[in-house]
């Protein structure tokens, strides 16, 4: 998948396009349901599919007290794009400029125009232009003036649940990684690096990582069946384990981490630049302050049983 940052980088001959316009947080389901009705109109028409995403996320320039944290960072989301199958994402950078675009200007300079398009995929919910005064139906009005279709697609559901980013935040945010596993259509994750000053030197020789302080979405303070995946490449190892969210209260003042305890350790090169990536599957319970650390160790030798039941399991399923 090629990635454009600006208009000007699209070669004048790059042809006819579909296009699927959004900020795509999470690349859920429902994202991914719009992007292959997009994809396969793109082929029966002989075009390229493309997505065009805003960076930073629109919220964050126009009502930053309320901006969300993000499900996936740009570079996450951008390797999701990619798993799609589009030809193409253009990232628009999105400033208080940009903002004051009016939806005709939008329609006309950036989808006709810029990108050449001949029918435009979104949710019916969509809105767009200064202050998002236009929603679909101005769209598909700009279009039948400016020579594009539009077709819109109703919100999808799963299990009888919404699918939307914000319903996944909340989901994510109250610790049911299980319900936002269904509306993602896979487990949540996060990309990072192990913390610095743990004492990580060119061998990792303890079944423990801590994550580098982490500026987006997480799970809510508890614990969890996890899955770190540590390097990239064909030199990559999975391991499963069990991880902590939280303030670790029973050492009284609070030191927030997300500390993984890798259940199938095996020593590994580890430096504080390996890129690790985080998969929650379950929750186990929430945090609690323990009256000594020794009933806390007893606890999570219960936690790390109850998380290698769970893969034990998994393992017998796939079967």
Sequence with gaps: MQIFRALDQIPASYGPTVIAIGNFDGVHCGHRWIIENARNRARSLGAKCIAVTFDPHPVRILRPEVAPLLITTMPERLRL?????????VVLPFT????????????RDILRDGLHAVEVHE????????????GIRELIQLGEKLGFGVVAHHARSVRGLSVSSSQIRQRIAAG???AARVLLGRPFSILSTPARGRGIGSEQTVPTINLAPYQELLPANGVYITRMKIGEGSDARVFNAATNVGNRPTFGAD???VESHLLDFRPMPLTE???????FLKRIREEKRFPSPETLKTQILRDVAHATRYFHLMRIMQR
């Excluded at 208080?96 to 329609?107: D, L, N, V």
């Design 81 to 89: 794009l990619a798993e799609t199958g589009l030809d193409a994402t």
């Design 176 to 178: 049911d990684v299980t």
């Design 96 to 107: 208080e400029e940009f903002s004051h675009t009016p939806a005709e200007s939008f329609a």
């Design 255 to 257: 030191s927030f981490a």
């Design 273 to 279: 630049s390996t890129p690790l990536e985080l998969t």
């Design 123 to 134: 949710g019916d919910s969509f809105r767009f232009g200064y202050q998002a005064r236009a």
